[in-house]
């Protein structure tokens, strides 16, 4: 995968590197959420270059795109209050197993009205069986031999140093929730026209960088 190459968003993709790690170095399970509902757009841009040494590396990849998928909002109906489980049926089943195997999760969504995107919050919202499991239950999603690390990436077109603030509080709880103790953010303002991102002086190289990071 080279600079410029585009993972193909589709409900859900798995994508790996062409090179196999070496026998000295272990596969991660990495779990994407692409929270733009413009394909594309910055984000994604932004978001594969993040991918891009991930998958050089050979580790394993999966990409959800939010907008594509059918995840009703939550019901606040209490279903998952006494088992940790949510009593939905829809395409966050395959979400719910899949953050639960992931060492590596990946945040990515443009910021709307100061926070997330609603593909995006919709999606943390439906998590709160995971915080019912973890603060209630006492049942934590096991950190595993890798650790479990997060990265967020926010795009906006506000210029405004306080834009990114409540998306990165959300986040920040959507993190902590699903036992993810430590997270890099990435978050950039100013960046609204198509392709904008790719003007920004340092916005690639960082993600690129912050990507190599999330495999450490």
Not at 105 to 121: D, E, G, V, Y
């Amino acid at each position: 995968m080279k600079q410029g190459d585009r993972f193909e968003i589709c409900p859900p993709i798995i994508k790996s590197g062409k090179h196999p790690l070496t026998k000295a170095e272990s596969l991660l399970k990495i779990v994407t959420f692409y929270g733009s509902p413009r394909p594309g757009g910055n984000t994604e841009i932004l978001m594969n270059e993040a991918l891009r040494p991930l998958a050089e590396a050979g580790h394993d990849i999966t990409v959800y795109p939010l907008n594509a998928l059918n995840i009703r909002h939550c019901q606040n109906c209490g279903g998952c209050t006494e088992t940790g489980v949510c009593v939905l049926r829809d395409d966050m089943t395959g979400i719910f197993s899949a953050i639960r195997a992931a060492e590596r999760i990946i945040l990515a969504s443009p910021i709307f009205f100061h926070s997330l995107s609603a593909q995006a919050k919709a999606m943390v919202d439906r998590c709160q069986s995971f915080w019912c499991e973890k603060y209630l239950l006492k049942k934590p999603i096991p950190a595993g031999p890798h650790g479990r690390k997060g990265l967020l990436l926010l795009v906006g077109g506000m210029k405004k140093e306080n834009a990114a603030q409540c998306a990165e509080l959300t986040a920040k709880a959507f993190f902590r929730t699903i036992s993810v103790p430590e997270h890099e953010t990435l978050s950039y303002g100013g960046v609204d026209g198509r392709g904008d991102i790719e003007k920004h002086p340092t916005a690639l190289k960082d993600a690129y960088e912050a990507g190599k990071r999330l495999a450490l």
